[in-house]
């Protein structure tokens, strides 16, 4: 996208308002997740200075280089971890992240138990569902995340707000929003983390509550 990043943040933001209205849902029931990963912080100031708040970063060491400053500067940032968290770096995200989305496997839930058991605060956490299956890919399997769900907030009492995917990039992105949605539907969870540059509109349109937008608004990645 060639515009300014403020310009591509308002048309993203109209872009969303419309898909609510369209699928019959409130204004403001979609966060939009300004995804800042691989852009620096001079890059970032502009969605700032626009009033964006809600951020997503990939990995913990290139968001400690860029937010602790941005956070002393702008007040009221929410920082969303949405790529994957290795166990050693657990304790570090607590202290960066509002929100994790990527809680994947038992080992990682288990590292969140412990940290709070010593007392730290923990963040808001999304399961992230492996919905297309996919070998190379994180998350849960389907047929795993009733048993997961019930583990991470039963037995380990964790603070798990919803879910998120990534869906295959060539296969239709509906069939994986609904079986999300029919997951966390049937768990009683209500926050959906579905939908990205190319197909936010129907993570819109099958329930999303957050999406997660960066080339859309920041312009291709190098």
């Known amino acids: 996208m060639a515009g300014s990043v403020s310009d591509n943040l308002k048309t993203v933001q109209s872009d969303i308002a419309k898909a609510c209205k369209q699928?019959?849902?409130?204004?403001?029931?979609?966060?939009?997740?300004?995804?800042?990963?691989?852009?620096?912080?001079?890059?970032?100031?502009?969605?700032?200075?626009?009033?964006?708040?809600?951020?997503?970063?990939?990995?913990?060491?290139?968001?400690?280089?860029?937010?602790?400053?941005?956070?002393?500067?702008?007040?009221?940032?929410?920082?969303?971890?949405?790529?994957?968290l290795q166990t050693n770096k657990v304790s570090e995200a607590l202290a960066l992240f509002d929100v994790i989305e990527t809680l994947d496997r038992e080992k990682l839930a288990r590292a969140f138990a412990k940290e709070r058991e010593k007392g730290t605060d923990l963040p808001r956490l999304f399961i992230q569902v492996n919905t297309g299956e996919e070998e190379q890919k994180a998350g849960i399997l389907p047929d795993e995340a009733d048993g997961f769900i019930k583990l991470c907030r039963d037995e380990l009492h964790l603070p798990v707000d919803g879910l998120m995917c990534i869906p295959p990039v060539d296969e239709e992105p509906a069939l994986h929003f609904a079986l999300l949605r029919k997951i966390a539907e049937r768990n009683g969870l209500s926050a959906l983390s579905m939908g990205m540059s190319a197909d936010y509109e129907t993570g819109i349109e099958l329930g999303a509550t957050h999406v997660r937008v960066g080339s859309a608004i920041f312009g291709a990645r190098t």
């Open 23 to 84: 699928a019959g849902r409130a204004e403001g029931a979609v966060t939009l997740v300004a995804v800042s990963k691989t852009f620096d912080a001079e890059e970032i100031r502009p969605a700032l200075e626009a009033g964006q708040r809600v951020f997503g970063e990939n990995r913990v060491q290139e968001a400690h280089k860029k937010w602790p400053k941005l956070r002393e500067d702008y007040s009221g940032i929410e920082l969303h971890l949405i790529g994957p």
